[in-house]
């Protein structure tokens, strides 16, 4: 039973062009969380949501836009990609919002823009 | 606001080694303290955390940390690393305050046979 899954694995698209990536998670965890690794591993938050609402939306383009149907699902649309965003993207839940409650990740989505 | 760094980039150990990654935190206050690895093409993994309490933690797959609060640090260790031990490792910092856990940049292993 795969905890946080996110769907697809791989995205090869072209500049231009919307595409989404799907996340769930059967934890029960209240939040939720999009990650963007660069090429240097380095990981930084893009967007958090708690119970359906958006708590965190750090600096990142408005053609990035999350979607929280429900408190299991977190999804990230993205607009008119850029060769700046192929990236892996990673989709995390903990049980709240507290600073002492771990992180459970997805295995990521690797998008590749040409 | 909390900060994280992991000095070393890349490490290189033999099949057998002791194997020890650093990281030190910036932070007022406790802090909450993670370690997490990340095997290629996966998502991260945490091995271990820090509360409160005892300062030498255990965590899965044999690791350990000890939380030393005179150098604001949190040393990841393993006696003896093993092949399947090669991947990224992630300290990363929580506090009380904050919705968002910090994390490093990251400690490449990599293990020699």
């Known amino acids: 039973d795969t905890a946080v899954s996110q769907t697809p694995k791989y995205l090869v698209t072209q500049m231009g062009n919307d595409k989404s990536i799907k996340c769930e998670q059967n934890l029960g965890h209240d939040t939720m969380y999009w990650y963007k690794q660069d090429s240097k591993k380095f990981l930084k938050i893009m967007f958090s949501?708690?119970?359906?609402?958006?708590?965190i939306n750090e600096t990142v383009p408005n053609r990035f836009s999350p979607k929280s149907p429900d408190k299991a699902h977190l999804n990230l649309h993205i607009n008119s990609l850029e060769l700046g965003d192929s990236a892996v993207y990673f989709c995390?839940?903990?049980?709240?919002?507290?600073?002492?409650?771990?992180?459970?990740f997805g295995n990521g989505t690797r998008l590749t823009v040409t | 606001a909390q900060s994280v760094t992991q000095p070393d980039i890349h490490i290189t150990v033999s099949e057998g080694a002791s194997l020890e990654l650093r990281c030190n935190y910036s932070?007022?206050?406790?802090?909450?303290l993670f370690w997490y690895v990340q095997s290629p093409g996966q998502g991260l993994q945490l091995l271990l955390k820090y509360f409160s309490g005892d300062t030498l933690v255990q965590g899965i797959k044999g690791f350990e940390a000890e939380f030393k609060r005179s150098q604001s640090s949190f040393n990841l260790r393993k006696p003896s690393v093993h092949w399947s031990d090669a991947a990224e490792y992630f300290c990363a910092v929580g506090s009380g305050g904050s919705y968002i856990p910090t994390f490093g940049r990251g400690t490449s292993l990599i293990v020699h046979p």
């Open positions: 932070y007022g206050a406790t802090p909450y």
């Open positions: 995390a839940s903990s049980q709240s919002t507290g600073g002492n409650s771990p992180l459970h």
């Open positions: 949501y708690n119970n359906k609402e958006l708590i």
